[in-house]
């Protein structure tokens, strides 16, 4: 899985120009996050066992999911997935190069989205914070927007006592439910026919005789 957020495609000189200055928020907002991250997300000295709760706190949360998307958002962007990988744990270093990564994300990076709106945006999980195998953490949710939405799957590895990204999945869905299809209309009523009966003589079709007496 690789890559809801605001679907916003730029085009012309005023967009180039806005690009440009959202893409230096970014970098500010990227570079703060990742240092608030870094200070209140410790991880948890003894983890619970397997498929059990983590203890960690909403913010604590918030940062990690969106600190992550703000460096992929941010990676995509310049196209240096460089950042990407040193923030992740070694297990994801040394999976995955910088190359590696920019061929991961190329579709993502195709579509041209933004994703600055995690900033700001509030996600919703579907997998509550939960103890992994190998110590790590595990958590999922989504970002709704319109007319996308961006599901995310990510897996955090302790490392000196701060929760480290090992593995994220992202992939774009509908905002909300579809329509059902419109029902195939019935097949039109055929008349009824009914079998016609013996024909008295002289009175069936196409005779001009008069019934016999």
Request: proline share 14%; charged share 15%; net charge positive.
């Amino acid at each position: 899985m690789v890559g809801p957020l605001p679907s916003r495609r730029r085009d012309g000189s005023a967009a180039v120009r806005q690009s440009v200055f959202r893409a230096c928020l970014v970098a500010l907002s990227f570079a703060s996050a990742v240092a608030a991250g870094n200070a209140q997300t410790p991880a948890p000295a003894q983890p619970p066992p397997v498929g059990q709760p983590v203890q960690i706190d909403r913010n604590g949360v918030l940062i990690l999911i969106r600190s992550t998307l703000l460096a992929v958002d941010h990676a995509n962007r310049t196209g240096n997935y460089t950042v990407l990988r040193d923030l992740g744990a070694p297990g994801f270093q040394t999976g995955n190069t910088a190359a590696r990564l920019g061929e991961i994300f190329a579709n993502l990076r195709a579509q041209n989205l933004d994703l600055s709106g995690v900033a700001v945006l509030e996600p919703q999980l579907t997998v509550l914070p939960t103890s992994a195998p190998g110590g790590m953490m595990r958590m999922a949710g989504l970002f709704p927007s319109v007319p996308l939405q961006v599901n995310f799957e990510m897996i955090f590895a302790p490392v000196d006592g701060r929760w480290r990204l090992f593995g994220i999945g992202l992939n774009l869905g509908q905002a909300g439910p579809t329509a059902p299809p419109a029902p195939e209309p019935p097949p039109h009523a055929k008349p009824e026919t009914k079998p016609a009966g013996p024909d008295r003589p002289g009175t069936g079709p196409g005779s001009n005789l008069p019934p016999r007496r």
